[in-house]
């Protein structure tokens, strides 16, 4: 017989940080599965699903800030690409993803949410192991905006480790599928926290720098700008910073970046939806440059969030009226 949390002793919760927690707890926020929207608690799926079974999913994430999503356009692009590719069929187009989008901030009435859209492989109804005969399974949610960097250290700057641990190759897994195929990430996130490091960065195969868990990476020497080329997610916070650069006469160039090549660099910072354009200060204990986050870093996150409002590249959730 099991127990619910509500009854069970508070020290057999299990210890996270330095905290009991209720394994079973969930962002506040809105789901939307199967033709339901539902709080975050109750959006569940199969075990038989082989985005589960076998990480055979594509998805997609945006960020709501301020009530507004950020670059909508380009990450719907990004997720109905990944679907082509799979060969995964939902019964929504664009503009019916979105308003599924719209609906789940507007319900959650989060103005800064992470919001995913996401397509598993679904289960087969007869147990098949052909994946031409599993029903895709359509899902999205909004969930509280949540960053790879917290507020300290986007002042002060992320520690960094350069794991040995190699991205999964393009030949393997194209890139630009954003993917679940996770396992090389976060053994480098293990192997950074093993060196007192605070994220990761990972190779490509090569021995180049390639991305880290959740974000893309550039390095500025000289005052130009070169970000890894081959075999990592081709970032909408990547792009959105060439496109600063091309507005700010920056060069930015996507070309091969050695590990020698970051460490000898003037500035340094990452990039992702989860948190945009995000300092890094140190690598393997020894200090870029000054060890101080840099003038265009500093530039290029503040031109990035002051598009936040620009309606050409933001566009306004569609709250309830007076919501
Ligand atoms: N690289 C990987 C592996 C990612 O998962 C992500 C985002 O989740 C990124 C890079 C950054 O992409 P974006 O800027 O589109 O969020």
Redesign the pocket.
């Known amino acids: 017989m099991s127990r619910t949390m509500a009854t069970q002793d508070k020290k057999q919760l299990p210890v996270v940080g330095d905290r009991h927690v209720d394994p079973h707890s969930y962002p506040e926020g809105v789901a939307f599965l199967d033709g339901q929207y539902l709080p975050m608690s109750q959006a569940k799926i199969s075990v038989l699903d082989w985005g589960f079974l076998h990480s055979d999913a594509t998805y997609?994430?945006v960020h709501v800030w301020n009530g507004r999503f950020f670059r909508l356009d380009?990450?719907l692009g990004?997720f109905f690409g990944g679907l082509e590719k799979l060969r995964m069929t939902i019964p929504f187009d664009r503009d019916g993803v979105a308003e599924i989008l719209h609906n789940c901030v507007a319900l959650s009435g989060h103005r800064a949410a992470y919001v995913e859209m996401l397509c598993t492989r679904g289960a087969s109804p007869t147990f098949s192991r052909d994946p031409r005969q599993a029903v895709n399974r359509f899902m999205a949610f909004a969930v509280p905006f949540g960053s790879v960097a917290n507020a300290e250290q986007l002042q002060r700057g992320l520690r960094v480790a350069i794991s040995d641990k190699v991205?999964i190759p393009p030949a393997s897994i194209d890139?630009a599928i954003?993917?679940y195929h996770?396992l090389d990430?976060v053994r480098g996130l293990y192997d950074a926290y093993d060196r007192g490091a605070e994220t990761a960065l990972i190779l490509d195969f090569n021995g180049n720098v390639a991305?880290?868990?959740?974000?893309?990476v550039f390095c500025v020497w000289d005052g130009k700008l070169s970000t890894p080329s081959i075999g990592?997610?081709?970032?909408?916070?990547?792009?959105?910073v060439f496109d600063l650069c091309a507005e700010e006469g920056l060069a930015a160039t996507a070309t091969d970046v050695s590990v020698a090549a970051l460490r000898e660099a003037d500035e340094v910072f990452i990039?992702?939806?989860?948190g945009g354009i995000m300092p890094v200060t140190e690598i393997d204990g020894v200090r870029i440059a000054d060890g101080k986050v840099g003038p265009i870093t500093s530039r290029l996150m503040a031109r990035y969030w002051q598009k936040h409002d620009d309606p050409a590249w933001s566009s306004p959730v569609n709250y309830p009226e007076g919501g």
Not at 211 to 216: A, D, L, R
Not at 271 to 274: G, I, K, L
Request: net charge positive; hydrophobic share 25%; proline share 10%.
């Open positions: 997609d994430t380009l990450h990004r991205r890139p954003k993917n996770w990430l991305e880290g868990p959740g974000f893309n990592v997610l081709p970032g909408i916070t990547r792009r959105t990039t992702s939806t989860a």
